[in-house]
């Protein structure tokens, strides 16, 4: 019996598909015994034989069993259906960060508010000794509710997981990748993922990465030596003070960036309790027209202000809490230069690179 829309495998009926690609399957499933909607993931075909990506595969179940946290995918179990393994887990509507991106750059207080979250459970799989290596806006579901949910943890490390990886490759999403992932460094830490996450906000603030060069060469290179523009550069209505946040996050030696989750959000925090109490922007800005809003794209997607006001007030890492709506964001702003950054001597690139199919960039 084929897993297909119509067909009831073990205690699930399997309803239809979310996605389909070469790599994996997702379907929309009803599980019978527990009575919800849950969704139900399959290698595909043609991976399926493959011993790589199904030893991959098998450590996802292993890595998301040990994370419970409200801003990640919760995790059900890893079951045998039809002769193949699929990983349950929880069926979140919503629309991923890529697509609410497309619409342009958010409010600096939605920005925020969805990092905040994102730093939130990293900060969970951190203490837990777990890696993601693959943040990007693809992998964080957003709800109509304003909660993100980080999602595949199919390049995840575990401090206790054999290396897949060989030394000298390169794994995960170029433009969201550290420097010390394309160096191929045997021992990546949390403030990889660190670095990931100064670029998702960089993006969320500007509409755009701050490296986007067109070969996979360039690119990494890039990521190992190019200073990035400063954010108010490209977009001058953000607060003074995010340039200092968002580039510390992305500087290039692991040991100046901030060194947990806990540590970056309070900077965060701090920056939007500060830009609160700031004297707004000249009018000529203020009145620049403004890319299309979330809620003119189809989505209603507005910062969870509770959440980010919570997390100013901590000493400690960012609290969690469940948000149950969203507050508009204020409108005045203020913004500084930037200071000058320095060009970085461009450290030696490994000769050979292989990112994976799915993420090369063409």
Request: net charge negative; charged share 20%.
């Amino acid at each position: 019996m084929s897993l297909e829309p119509g067909r009831v495998a073990g205690n699930y009926e399997i309803l239809d598909y979310i996605r389909s690609s070469n790599d994996e399957v997702c379907y929309r499933v009803r599980n019978t015994l527990a009575r919800r909607v849950e969704s139900m993931r399959v290698l595909g075909a043609a991976v399926a034989s493959d011993p790589e990506r199904t030893e991959r595969f098998l450590r996802e179940m292993g890595v998301q069993a040990r994370l419970a946290h409200p801003n990640i995918l919760t995790f059900f179990g890893a079951v045998e259906l039809d002769r193949q393994l699929v990983i349950m887990s929880e069926l979140v509507e919503g629309v991923t960060l890529a697509e609410r991106l497309l619409c342009g750059p958010m409010t600096w207080d939605e920005a925020c508010g969805f990092t905040l979250q994102l730093l939130a459970a990293l900060g969970h799989a951190h203490s837990l000794g777990i890696v993601h290596r693959d943040v990007t806006p693809a992998r964080m579901i957003v709800t109509p509710d304003g909660v993100l949910k980080l999602t595949d943890f199919g390049l995840a490390k575990a401090n206790t997981s054999p290396a897949l990886t060989q030394v000298g490759s390169v794994v995960g999403n170029l433009k969201y990748i550290s420097p010390e992932q394309i160096r191929g460094t045997a021992l990546v830490d949390g403030r990889s993922d660190l670095y990931s996450a100064g670029i998702v906000l960089y993006e969320c603030v500007t509409g755009r990465v701050p490296f986007d060069q067109k070969s996979q060469f360039e690119l990494m290179a890039a990521h190992v030596s190019q200073p990035p523009a400063a954010p108010s550069a490209v977009n001058p209505r953000i607060p003074a003070g995010a340039d200092a946040v968002i580039l510390k996050a992305l500087q290039k030696d692991p040991a100046a960036r901030y060194q947990s989750a806990a540590d970056f959000a309070a900077a965060l925090a701090n920056a939007s309790a500060v830009a609160r109490t700031s004297v707004p922007l000249p009018a000529s800005i203020l009145s620049a027209e403004l890319p299309r809003s979330a809620t003119e794209c189809g989505a209603v997607l507005t910062a969870p202000l509770a959440y980010m006001e919570a997390a100013a007030g901590a000493n400690g890492p960012v609290p969690v809490v469940t948000i149950a709506s969203a507050v508009p964001a204020p409108a005045d702003v203020s913004q500084t230069p930037a200071p000058a950054t320095e060009p970085m001597a461009a450290p030696a690139i490994p000769p050979e690179v292989a990112a994976p199919p799915e993420n090369a960039i063409p």
